[in-house]
């Protein structure tokens, strides 16, 4: 059975609680009717109000988490909180995360795994920096990656999880990478899964993260190992996003 598409929209360190409300209330009067699966992950803060006000229209995540369920992590939220509250899935390992905080993939392993033992769909993040791709061999450099997020997880679990492709160098910046270099890193890493882990692999979805929008989406979302997007800026604004997911819809259609 084809995979459907997922449509995320990171909203990152963007709108106040009411500001998200409002936010989460125009998206859910622009979308069209879809079969495919749409995402948004809020700040913490605005996260219960967007679950009360999306029901099981969208599925509602957040942007990350500690991997230990309480502890003395000052500054930190437990997976048990973000449950508590509704959110169904979590972002691990996003490059502004890398960049910025410190996320290396020994953390990236740890929270992906207690994602999936408290019930949440951890969205595995990983991508190459623009010098990382110009020296070459990125390739190898993302297999690593993957691999290292989800050392010693079972098949049995696999199928729980989103795997999210950002190049580092398109993220924010409006350089998308074209079809061709995206499908080429997204069929690696169908590659790879389906090594790891057989038939469970054909359930794992593989999101593309950086700069998609109305214009470019249905490129990419046409390319056969692409499942879906990571998407950014354009999930700040209901209409934009809304295209994407038209675009997908059309794209199912053809």
């Known amino acids: 059975m084809p995979r459907t598409k997922l ?3 990171n909203w990152k360190m963007n709108k106040t609680p009411q500001e998200a409300l409002a936010l989460v209330q125009g998206l859910l009067e622009a ?7 749409v995402a948004v992950f809020p700040p913490y803060l605005a996260l219960e109000r967007v679950v009360d ?3 099981d229209r969208l599925l509602v995540g957040a942007q990350n988490c500690h991997f230990e369920a309480q502890g003395a992590f000052t500054g930190e939220v437990s997976l048990p909180m973000l449950s508590e509250v509704g959110a169904r899935a979590v972002l691990v390992g996003h490059s502004e995360r ?3 905080f410190g996320e290396t993939d020994e953390s990236v392993n740890k929270k992906t795994k207690a994602a999936l033992a408290a019930g949440l769909i951890p969205f595995v ?7 990382e791709r110009r020296q070459g061999g990125y390739l190898a450099l993302l297999e690593r990656q993957l691999r290292a997020a989800l050392d010693g997880l079972p098949a049995a679990a696999a199928g729980g999880i989103v795997v999210a492709y950002e190049p580092v160098w398109a993220i924010g910046t409006g350089v998308t990478a074209t079809d061709g270099e995206a499908e080429e890193v997204c069929a690696l890493l169908r590659a790879l899964l389906g090594r790891l ?3 469970a692999a054909a359930g794992i979805r593989i999101l593309y993260g950086g700069s998609m929008n109305a214009q470019n989406a249905a490129g990419l979302l046409a390319s056969p190992s692409i499942d879906g997007g990571l998407i950014g800026g354009a999930s700040l604004k209901p209409q934009a996003f809304a295209a994407i997911v038209a675009a997908a819809n059309e794209v199912a259609a053809d």
């Open 7 to 9: 449509l995320a929209g």
């Open 31 to 37: 979308l069209p009717e879809t079969r495919h699966t």
């Open 53 to 55: 006000a999306v029901g």
């Open 98 to 100: 890398r960049q910025f």
């Open 125 to 131: 993040c990983i991508g190459e920096t623009l010098p």
């Open 197 to 199: 882990y057989g038939e």
